[in-house]
C-alpha cells in the first residue's frame, strides 16, 4: 500500500528520497528548489518547512494538485468510499408522505390552512419558499397541525421529510424512522454555487442552497461527507450557537480534506433562520476564513 501512495504522489511531486520515517518532495506550493516538502504515510500528514504548507490528511495533497485519475486512484488505496461512482450503501426504508398531506403550493386556500400559513409567514417564509419546498400540512392524523417539507433525491425520488407542529406542540419535530444519511433535498443543490452548512431544514430555507444536519453530525466514511468532498472546494458554516462543539469537529473534518472552510458569526440569534437575509448577507460576507492555525486559536480562546 505505501509504494502504491508514493506512486501516486510521484505522478504529481516528483520523485522522492526518504528521510527516517519520511519522504521528501518538492513543495507544490512554494516550489523551492529542494525537495522540503515532508510526508508521513504512516500519521497520514505531510509539512513544507520551507513555506510551513501543512495538512492532517494526504488526499488534501492529492485532491489540491493531482489529476482525477490521482484522486480516483487515492480513494482505492486509502479506502476511501466512492458514493459517485458506486450505489449508495444506505439502510433502505420506504418513505411515504402521510395520508393527510395537503399542498400548500396550490391557488385554493383551505380555511383549514390557514394557522400554517401563518405560522410560516410569522418565520418570514415566503410564497417563492413554499413553493420551491414543495411545503405542504396536515389537519389531523398523526402529523396533525405540522408543516410538513418534503426532500428528494437526485433522481426525484422522496427520501425524507420534517414535520414541524404549528400548534405549540410540546413535540415540536416529528420525522419518520429513515437513515439519516443523505442530503436533504440534494435535488435542488446548485453545487457551482455556495454550499452552507447548516442545523434544520428552516435554516437551510432561510439561507438557500444549504445542507440542513437534521440534528446528526458528520462522520467521515459517511455519503454526505464524501458526496461533498468530491463535490466542493469550499463551505460556509452557520450551525446554531449551542452546537459549537459538534461545528468545530466538522470543520476540522473538512479542513483535514482541504476544503476551505468560513465560520458565519450566528451570536445574537438562536439559529440562522431568525436572521432577516440583509443581515445573513452581510454576516455571510464578513464569514472568518478558517486554517488550522487561526482554528485552533479560536478554540483555545473560546
Known sequence: MLERKRKILNNFLGRSYKSNEEYLYKCPKCGHHKRKLSVNFDKNVFKCWICDYSGKNIFYLVRSHGSHADK?????????????????EIQKIEVELPKEFITLTGKHISPL????RKYLADRGITEEQIVWWKMGYCPDGKYANRIVVPSFDMDGELTYFISRSYDNNWIKYLNPP?????????????WNKDITIVEGVFDAVAVGNAIPLLGSTIKEDSYIFQ??????????????????????????LFMSYGIECYKID????????????????ERKEN??????????????YQ
Open 178 to 190: 429513515a437513515e439519516k444519511d443523505f442530503i436533504f433535498n440534494e435535488l435542488y443543490l446548485d
Open 266 to 281: 450566528t451570536t445574537g440569534f438562536d439559529d440562522v433562520g431568525e436572521m432577516n437575509k440583509a443581515t445573513y448577507r
Open 287 to 300: 464569514a472568518e476564513l478558517l486554517s488550522f492555525g487561526n482554528y485552533l486559536e479560536r478554540l483555545l
Open 113 to 116: 390552512s390557514i394557522p400554517a
Open 72 to 88: 480516483q486512484d487515492w480513494k482505492k488505496v486509502a479506502n476511501i468510499v466512492d458514493f459517485s461512482e458506486q450505489e449508495k
Open 227 to 252: 458526496t461533498i468532498v468530491e463535490k466542493c472546494d469550499t463551505l460556509y458554516f452557520a450551525l446554531d450557537a449551542d452546537a459549537a462543539a459538534k461545528e468545530d469537529k466538522i470543520i476540522n
